[in-house]
């Protein structure tokens, strides 16, 4: 298996516009995390999936963010509008049912920068 | 609510001597913990996990941690640092009686030439 995909790697924006990042989590994964990680706040969890379905959204920041799961296979975080203060680097991960295992598997990243 | 909490922001350790990078831990219920390592410019790795069982726990790289349920601790250690130990490494419990995994801030360690 290719691991958890995400793109882009990099993005850089102005402030004002949307962004919409992307992951692709491991198949066979129920779980999906969105995590931001920044020097000031370290990693937080922003929303998390189970079986497409959002089951805690309480550490998404505003309004501006939303996130969804159309599929097993794929997932959005979206940020609009975006403010300086969103930049961070974004990370998706997924692990298998909680009965099994709790190990979470991140993917590489993706690096956002709202000038 | 639970919680974790890594004291040192960055630790170092000469090449060849025994490393420990230190978390303690909150939760109500009983924890699940984990040691994750980022890399640069990485996500973050699973490094070794306890559920339940014996209380000293292996994983990769040569890291081991052991629980310590009398003083909520679960510390990294191993036994001789690699230059390529060098990273952030990251706590995390979870309470069973919900889904959420808790991460602690992260403690970067170097280990030195």
């Known amino acids: 298996d290719a691991g958890v995909i995400q793109s882009p790697r990099h993005e850089v924006t102005e402030m004002g516009q949307e962004v919409t990042l992307r992951c692709k989590p491991i198949s066979g994964h129920d779980y999906l995390f969105w995590y931001r990680q920044t020097m000031m706040r370290g990693l937080e969890l922003l929303i998390y999936f189970n079986n497409n379905v959002p089951i805690d959204d309480s550490g998404m920041p505003e309004d501006r963010f939303s996130a969804k799961m159309p599929n097993a296979s794929f997932s959005t975080l979206k940020i609009q509008p975006s403010e300086p203060r969103d930049s961070a680097v974004y990370f998706c991960?997924?692990?298998?049912?909680?009965?099994?295992?709790?190990?979470?598997?991140f993917g590489p990243g993706t690096r956002l920068t709202v000038l | 609510a639970q919680s974790v909490a890594q004291p040192e922001d960055q630790v170092n350790v000469a090449e060849g001597n025994p490393l420990t990078v230190k978390c303690t831990y909150s939760?109500?219920?009983?924890?699940?913990l984990f040691w994750y390592v980022q890399y640069p410019n990485r996500g973050l790795q699973f490094l070794l996990k306890?559920?339940?069982?014996?209380?000293l726990v292996k994983g990769s790289y040569g890291f081991e941690a052991e629980f310590n349920k009398s003083q909520t601790s679960f510390h990294l250690k191993k036994p001789s640092a690699l230059v390529s130990d060098s990273a952030l490494y990251f706590c995390a419990v979870r309470d069973i009686r919900d889904d959420k995994i808790i991460f602690g801030k992260g403690t970067r360690l170097h280990i030195l030439p």
């Open positions: 306890y559920i339940t069982g014996d209380n």
């Open positions: 991960a997924s692990s298998l049912d909680r009965f099994r295992t709790d190990t979470q598997y």
């Open positions: 939760v109500s219920g009983n924890p699940y």
